[in-house]
């Protein structure tokens, strides 16, 4: 990641950070780790709450977001402003745990929010991708960049929409591709040939793989110039 900021001169890094413990949630020093190496500010979705220690700190001001459209109450906040971007953190509904409707979560942010920056980020956390689809659509012209997270699998969509929204359905994982989504494969093929939760770890052989997608906004309008896949492989 280093190398990539000074290579394409990139402004500002989001990772979604929801599996860095060791592939389960997040904690404060693995955080603290990877923000060392140049990340900016880490989205989630559903197993941001599998590390019980990071939930004390999700009040705090650490560049850490959760789903907006969790019920209210919930810990921690789905949206922040960092480097003059609007970054959104949401979740879909298919095939996911019940919460609000991330359509009409984004649309009350966008009515409400004071000084809204013109540069704005979605993490549209889903397993659906008609739902991530659907939401690129409904919001091209109103955000500069929705980028789909949570399946670990690189979408070969990449592209601006026609109102500037720059979009892509997944940008995929950092993990071994010698892996089921970065899962041991032998503990998934049980899973699946026996029905039994055999216990999941994260792969550690075989080919490291880095997923990302590089975006270029203009930071006057808000409007998607370019959006490119990157991704690389190492071992």
Same mark, same amino acid.
């Given at each position: %990641?280093?190398a990539?900021?000074?290579?394409h001169?990139?402004d500002?890094v989001?990772a979604n950070?929801e599996?860095?413990?060791?592939?389960?949630?997040?904690?404060?020093g693995?955080?603290?780790?990877?923000? =060392?190496y140049?990340i900016?500010?880490?989205?989630?979705g +559903?197993h941001?709450?599998?590390? $019980?220690?990071?939930i004390?700190?999700?009040?705090?001001?650490? /560049?850490?977001l959760?789903?907006? +459209?969790?019920?209210?109450?919930?810990?921690?906040?789905?949206y922040?402003i960092?480097? =003059?971007?609007?970054? !959104?953190?949401?979740?879909?509904? *298919?095939?996911?745990?019940?919460?609000?409707?991330?359509?009409?979560?984004?649309?009350?942010?966008?009515a409400?929010?004071p000084?809204q920056? $013109?540069?704005?980020?979605?993490?549209?956390?889903a397993?659906?991708t008609?739902?991530k689809?659907?939401?690129?659509?409904?919001l091209?012209g109103?955000?500069?960049?929705?980028?789909?997270t949570?399946?670990?699998?690189?979408?070969?969509?990449?592209r601006v929409?026609?109102?500037?929204?720059?979009?892509?359905?997944?940008?995929g994982?950092?993990?071994?591709?010698?892996? !089921?989504?970065?899962?041991?494969?032998? *503990?998934v %093929?049980s899973r699946?040939?026996?029905?039994?939760p055999y216990?999941?770890?994260? *792969?550690?052989?075989? /080919?490291?793989?880095? +997923?990302?997608v %590089?975006?270029?906004?203009?930071?006057?309008?808000?409007? *998607?110039?370019s959006?490119?896949?990157?991704?690389k492989?190492?071992?």
């Amino acid at each position: %990641l280093p190398a990539l900021r000074r290579e394409h001169e990139i402004d500002l890094v989001i990772a979604n950070g929801e599996n860095a413990a060791h592939g389960h949630g997040i904690t404060p020093g693995v955080m603290d780790e990877l923000l =060392g190496y140049g990340i900016d500010v880490f989205t989630s979705g +559903n197993h941001i709450w599998d590390q $019980k220690e990071i939930i004390p700190h999700m009040d705090s001001d650490i /560049p850490l977001l959760r789903p907006l +459209n969790y019920p209210e109450g919930t810990p921690g906040r789905g949206y922040l402003i960092h480097s =003059g971007v609007l970054i !959104v953190n949401l979740m879909g509904r *298919a095939f996911m745990s019940p919460v609000d409707c991330p359509f009409r979560t984004m649309d009350r942010l966008l009515a409400t929010l004071p000084d809204q920056p $013109k540069t704005v980020f979605v993490d549209m956390h889903a397993e659906a991708t008609s739902e991530k689809v659907a939401l690129g659509w409904y919001l091209d012209g109103q955000v500069s960049v929705v980028v789909g997270t949570h399946t670990h699998i690189p979408t070969a969509d990449t592209r601006v929409l026609p109102q500037a929204t720059a979009y892509v359905t997944d940008v995929g994982m950092v993990g071994s591709s010698h892996s !089921v989504i970065g899962v041991e494969i032998e *503990a998934v %093929l049980s899973r699946f040939l026996t029905q039994i939760p055999y216990p999941l770890t994260v *792969a550690t052989e075989g /080919p490291v793989i880095f +997923n990302s997608v %590089l975006v270029e906004v203009d930071s006057i309008t808000g409007r *998607a110039a370019s959006i490119q896949r990157i991704d690389k492989e190492w071992g």
